[in-house]
């Protein structure tokens, strides 16, 4: 069973930055609108920024002009560069596709965005 497995999260101050990166196969990026995802303690898990295959992009509106999702066909990633963060960004992080496949989900990586 293949999964999307999100790494690069920790701890930062706010104002800070992190870049997450997401591995997948060559087929899955080929065909499927890649998202990042994000759950925060009590919350619904949402959709934060997205890319298609031909390099189409969504943002959510609480990350616009912070968040830069990007994907390098080269080595198979999808990446999130995350600045500017807040602390209404500490979530798990997820990668999947958009929309999302539940054979995908992987366990996410936690950003904490604190002082």
């Known amino acids: 069973q293949v999964q999307l497995v999100g790494s690069g999260g920790g701890l930062v101050q706010p104002g800070g930055s992190l870049r997450l990166s997401c591995a997948a196969s060559r087929f899955i990026l080929s065909i499927y609108t890649m998202g990042w995802y994000r759950q925060a303690p009590g919350k619904q898990r949402q959709l934060v920024a997205s890319?298609?295959?031909?390099?189409?992009?969504n943002y959510a509106d609480s990350v616009k002009g912070r968040f830069t999702i990007s994907r390098d066909n080269a080595n198979n990633t999808v990446t999130l560069q995350m600045n500017s963060l807040k602390p209404e960004d500490t979530a798990v992080y997820y990668c999947?596709?958009?929309?999302?496949?539940?054979?995908?989900w992987g366990q996410g990586t936690q950003v904490t965005v604190s002082s």
């Open positions: 999947n596709t958009s929309p999302w496949r539940p054979e995908y």
């Open positions: 890319i298609t295959s031909g390099g189409n992009i």
